[in-house]
């Protein structure tokens, strides 16, 4: 079935440093893909997403780019910020149904 | 907004007790989903509803059941808490549209702990 595999956290940057979260999917035909954000305390939220092979979404200076060839969707910003220290999960949806997948999660922790 | 709404943000409960989780949102969407999230192991599914009284399996249903008896609620229950089932419960809705489809609204969560 489809799956989600993101890299394992958790991961510690300084503020204003380069953040690279990896996620690589398997799914059948061309599914649509998601990054949500859980900041401690709170639900899920969606930080962007991607419909089809090469779209890029961003939000927040956050960005994604689905590239179908090598069946990822890594999540970069160029610059952290202590607020942006969460929980990121990388997820996708088939266009056949409205089930959605989740990798395990990312804790990311931003020091001053 | 979108507003999802979870009963309550903790609960404390005794093995062998019922317990019911309630989940609203007021944005109108058919679909809704219970999940629980466990530290490594992501977010799974454990039921969803994709209409009033309607009901599906998730990857993880045993132990639980749902009730959908109207279309902005749908409630999460544990017939018999175990300790296994201490855990952080999520609620989410989504609407059916074509534009708009698959992009899930989350509550806030419940962390349930079974003693």
């Known amino acids: 079935g489809d799956s989600v595999t993101q890299m394992e956290g958790p991961v510690t940057l300084s503020e204003e440093a380069f953040l690279t979260i990896n996620c690589t999917y398997t799914?059948?035909?061309?599914?649509?893909l998601f990054w949500y954000v859980q900041y401690p305390g709170e639900g899920l939220q969606l930080l962007l997403k991607?419909?089809?092979?090469?779209d890029k979404g961003s939000n927040k200076g956050f960005e994604a780019t689905y590239r179908k060839e090598t069946t990822s969707f890594h999540l970069e910003k160029g610059s952290v910020q202590v607020s942006d220290s969460a929980v990121y999960f990388c997820a996708l949806t088939n266009h056949n149904n409205n089930d959605m997948r989740f990798g395990a999660g990312t804790r990311l922790t931003v020091k001053p | 907004d979108v507003k999802v709404t979870q009963s309550s943000r903790y609960l404390v409960k005794r093995t062998g007790e019922k317990v019911f989780l309630e989940c609203v949102q007021d944005m109108d969407h058919e679909n809704m989903f219970w999940y629980r999230q466990d530290p490594g192991l992501g977010l799974r599914l454990i039921y969803f509803s994709y209409d009033v009284k309607m009901k599906e399996k998730g990857d993880i249903p045993e132990g639980y059941s749902v009730s959908r008896e109207k279309k902005e609620r749908f409630s999460l229950i544990l017939e018999s808490a175990s300790t296994n089932q201490t855990s952080m419960y999520l609620c989410?809705?989504?609407?059916?549209?074509?534009?708009?489809?698959?992009?899930?609204?989350f509550g806030a969560g419940t962390r349930l702990s079974v003693l």
């Open positions: 799914a059948t035909g061309y599914p649509s």
């Open positions: 991607a419909t089809k092979a090469d």
């Open positions: 989410a809705s989504s609407f059916t549209g074509l534009v708009a489809k698959n992009i899930q609204y």
